[in-house]
């Protein structure tokens, strides 16, 4: 079946430390896209990526890093420049028509 | 920019009653896409329905139907017979039409919940 898969579904960092959080996807879609997702709030952009080796800053890129060196994957990495990191992060794809954007199920990111 | 507004935080419906909930959007375009995604305590984003700015007939997909008025901007979401497995997180979503630099990100009201009572 083809899907989206986000890993880990549960993420800790300690003060200071980067993370990564991985993205893989086997629909053969261009587009990736990260967001989060805030208590009372809607979903903001991180980082998209509409092709391999190219990406830009969504609304809240600050802290975060993002690489696209295959289609099928789209790592997100929350550096310690990110000074409330804890939240929900939300993976998505689209291909070049007009479908909607597919969701991975997410991964739920505290701080020790 | 375009902006999404869900004014209603959280609603509460009885099971097998219909209810509506309210999204008005701000767009200087006239091509575009808009959607409603449910989150139900999993998480998961799933798409609920979707609409083209171009079609006149409101989109249905089974229970859920769509209220599209286009020169007011408002884009309300109508779940007939509501059933338990309703109960979630109901987020408006805007989206430009075609493809190349910010086109076909989404942007999201702030959702709204939805109760179901049995």
């Known amino acids: 079946d083809g899907g989206i898969t986000q890993s880990p579904k549960y993420l800790f960092r300690k003060e200071g430390q980067n993370v990564t959080l991985s993205c893989e996807q086997n629909l053969n879609h261009d587009a990736m896209y990260w967001y989060r997702q805030d208590p009372g709030q809607g979903l903001r952009l991180i980082y998209y990526?509409?092709?391999?080796?190219?990406?830009q800053k969504g609304d809240i890129a600050e802290g975060y890093s993002v690489s696209r060196e295959k289609k099928e994957s789209f790592p997100l990495t929350v550096t310690s420049a990110q000074k409330n990191p804890t939240a929900f992060y939300l993976c998505?794809?689209?291909?070049?028509?007009?479908?909607?954007?597919?969701f991975g199920d997410g991964t739920r990111l505290s701080i020790l | 920019a375009q902006t999404v507004t869900q004014s209603q935080p959280e609603m509460s419906v009885q099971e097998a009653e219909t209810v509506t909930l309210s999204c008005t959007y701000d767009?200087?375009?006239?091509?575009?896409?808009l959607f409603w995604y449910k989150q139900p305590p999993s998480r998961q984003m799933i798409l609920v329905i979707r609409q083209e700015a171009y079609k006149q007939q409101n989109a249905t997909e089974n229970r859920f139907s769509v209220n599209f008025q286009k020169a007011a901007k408002s884009f309300s979401l109508k779940i007939s017979d509501s059933q338990l497995g309703d109960a979630a997180m109901y987020f408006c979503?805007?989206?430009?039409?075609?493809?190349?630099?910010?086109?076909?990100?989404?942007?999201f009201g702030k959702g709204t919940k939805l109760s179901v009572k049995p």
């Open positions: 979503a805007y989206r430009s039409a075609g493809y190349g630099g910010s086109q076909g990100n989404l942007i």
């Open positions: 990526s509409q092709i391999v080796n190219d990406f």
């Open positions: 767009t200087s375009e006239s091509d575009y896409y």
């Open positions: 998505a794809c689209r291909d070049r028509d007009n479908q909607p954007q597919h």
